[in-house]
């Protein structure tokens, strides 16, 4: 079955240290993989997508499909990417989106 | 358009009772997407639309769920009987092409079911 495991529930860092959210999927076919973001109070959004290869608020990710990861990183974490992260699968069979059960980061002073 | 709305925020209800919720999305979105949070985990797919046609339902969504978009626009969710383990937050979601995946959120309706 497809699966999106995301295995750290909270990351603590402080301000300018390096960050990396560890994602890992289970599927066969062709992944499309992203990264959402919940900050507080706020809703739900598309943080980057893999095909798109861009980086977005410092943030990059980069689909591993050898070891089957889609990790985000980011080289000097700031408060306000203190949030909650989700990574997402998309299959190629379908547009709904399958998540992990997401990471909190927090970026302390 | 301030983006996707759903309306209540909040509902209580008794076990056994039916609950209905309505979702708005961006205007011109042809799909839609109805999605269930518990906590401490990501949000679970439960069923989606393009236009008026309900195109995937998951199988967690039992013969009590039902969803509705009669237009193509809005949608409802009802809960019939509802369960203590029904409590979730019920997110709904509208997307529309290029951007393949990037789904837009509403802020959820929270259900508590005593």
């Known amino acids: 079955a497809q699966r999106v495991t995301q295995p750290e529930k909270l990351l603590s860092v402080f301000k300018g240290a390096p960050v990396e959210l560890k994602c890992n999927y289970s599927y066969s076919g062709s992944p499309e993989l992203f990264w959402y973001v919940q900050y507080s109070r706020q809703r739900l959004q598309l943080l980057l997508r893999h095909i798109s290869r861009e980086s977005i608020k410092g943030f990059t990710a980069d689909l591993n499909k050898g070891e089957t990861s889609f990790h985000l990183k980011k080289p000097f974490a700031q408060e306000e990417d203190s949030a909650m992260y989700y990574c997402a699968l998309m299959m190629d069979s379908s547009y709904k989106l399958i998540f992990g059960s997401g990471t909190r980061l927090l970026v302390r002073p | 358009d301030t983006g996707v709305s759903q309306d209540p925020r909040h509902k209580i209800t008794k076990r056994g009772q039916n609950v209905t919720f309505r979702c708005d999305p961006i205007s011109e979105h042809n799909r839609l997407y109805w999605y269930r949070q518990t906590l401490g985990q990501g949000p679970e797919f439960l069923t989606y639309f393009q236009n008026e046609a309900q195109l995937e339902k998951s199988r967690l969504l039992s013969d009590r769920f039902s969803a509705e978009r009669p237009k193509g626009s809005f949608s409802t969710l009802e809960i019939q009987r509802t369960e203590q383990g029904d409590s979730a937050m019920y997110l709904c979601?509208?997307?529309?092409?290029?951007?393949?995946?990037?789904?837009?959120f509403g802020p959820g309706t929270r259900l508590t079911v005593l």
């Open positions: 979601a509208s997307s529309s092409g290029p951007v393949v995946g990037e789904q837009f």
